[in-house]
């Protein structure tokens, strides 16, 4: 048959694109509504069904209506009910922020992410001033996830500060899924997560890598917490986990650091408990170095400093002058918010709104199998408080 034959019993193009929306509509609407496929199933058939006898003697059968049942229905749900309540409060919450952004640590996005590249590979660019400094990676990066918005950079940055609490909550709610907790304590754990001072700081005050690792952090966690034994994780995935690493990296140096020295240390522990640990012989030595622990700790450690070449020896070499995140320099908050995982400065919540961090401080430092997760944590804030009375200098004279 010739096309022209069969063109006329295809619909038209827009008939297709209406019903592919209606059948979508149709699948997330029937998502808030009960199962009724038990109820059907366990429905008693009248005489008239049956045929025996004529429908006009069935007896009139009352339907009980039932007031606010989507309402119950949804609160069956708890995923979708959280992602109602945060969808809500992204869109309050960002009320006074649409259109091209730009304040704070965030600087005005150029109208085309060529200008991002051009920056990139240019000797001269507005990162460095015209020093030294090499360009880095984040700005390429940023220009190909800006291609989601056919190369606009701000509309990108616009998305990505809007859809960010979604997003959020639903990495959390699946990193609290995968240690199987209930519908209800996941939802809990990805609403406190997606709204934390944490975020709403780094959204307030444009700091994009705080926000980058808060979205890495959940997938880099969730990965490694299910082979504790590294022995049990495949090569493809251990290099899926370390580009993840690398890019959090790229937004936030203060990130490779820790998680250099975590899993140097983590790989000296594990040294330390083989049997000829101490033995100085280089044969022994080799053996040792050749466990599939070690190796794939080294590769943790050293793929992310790779890619982030040569920026990452530099912050290796000197961390506290190199603590920068992209974007223009802000002040940080007082040791007294720090403490309560607030970073404070401009535009911060209150001192007063405790950090789901600090709770869950409390409860491992309470428990005794979680003690080492506990005092590990309490290293880190203690860290977190020490760093942040040095003053940073940028390359354009401004400190943080």
């Known amino acids: 048959l010739t096309a022209r034959v069969i063109k006329q019993f295809i619909p038209s193009r827009t008939i297709q694109i209406r019903a592919t929306i209606e059948r979508i509509s149709t699948s997330v609407t029937n998502a808030f509504k009960p199962n009724k496929s038990s109820s059907t199933s366990q429905k008693v058939r009248s005489y008239s069904d049956i045929g025996v006898i004529d429908e006009s003697f069935d007896d009139i059968e009352f339907i009980e209506s039932k007031s606010f049942a989507k309402i119950r229905a949804l609160a069956k749900q708890p995923f979708l009910f959280g992602l109602l309540v945060i969808s809500i409060f992204t869109i309050i919450y960002s009320r006074n922020r649409f259109g091209s952004l730009s304040g704070g640590a965030l600087p005005v996005s150029p109208d085309s992410a060529m200008y991002l590249v051009r920056d990139f590979v240019s000797s001269w660019h507005l990162v460095g001033l015209g020093s030294s400094t090499p360009a880095p990676l984040w700005i390429l990066i940023t220009a190909g996830?800006?291609?989601?918005?056919?190369?606009?950079?701000q509309i990108f940055t616009y998305l990505f500060f809007f859809t960010l609490p979604v997003f959020l909550y639903s990495l959390a709610y699946r990193s609290a899924r995968?240690?199987?907790?209930?519908?209800?304590?996941?939802?809990?754990?990805?609403?406190?997560?997606?709204?934390?001072?944490?975020?709403?700081t780094s959204i307030n005050q444009g700091r994009i890598g705080t926000l980058v690792v808060a979205i890495l952090l959940p997938v880099i966690f969730t990965s490694l917490h299910?082979?504790?034994?590294?022995?049990?994780?495949k090569w493809r995935k251990l290099y899926l986990v370390t580009i993840f690493a690398a890019i959090a990296a790229t937004f936030s140096p203060a990130f490779l650091l820790f998680w250099s020295f975590y899993h140097l240390y983590q790989l000296v522990m594990f040294y330390a408990t083989l049997k000829k640990s101490r033995s100085f012989k280089w044969q022994e030595i080799l053996k040792n170095l050749n466990q599939e622990e070690i190796r794939k700790r080294a590769a943790l450690i050293i793929t992310p400093i790779l890619i982030n070449l040569p920026i990452s020896l530099s912050v290796l070499a000197s961390p506290i002058t190199k603590l920068l995140e992209p974007?223009?320099?802000?002040?940080?908050?007082?040791?007294?918010?720090?403490?309560l995982f607030n970073p404070g400065g401009p535009t911060s919540p209150s001192i007063y709104i405790v950090a789901p961090f600090i709770l869950y401080l409390l409860i491992v430092l309470i428990s005794k199998d979680q003690r080492g997760n506990g005092l590990l944590a309490l290293i880190v804030l203690i860290s977190s408080i020490t760093l942040s009375s040095y003053f940073v200098s940028s390359n354009n004279g401004g400190i943080q």
């Open 145 to 153: 996830a800006s291609s989601i918005t056919a190369g606009n950079p």
């Open 178 to 200: 995968r240690y199987s907790l209930t519908n209800y304590s996941a939802t809990f754990i990805g609403l406190i997560y997606a709204i934390s001072p944490v975020v709403l």
């Open 226 to 233: 299910e082979h504790k034994a590294l022995a049990t994780l």
């Open 327 to 339: 974007g223009l320099p802000l002040s940080a908050g007082e040791p007294l918010s720090i403490l």
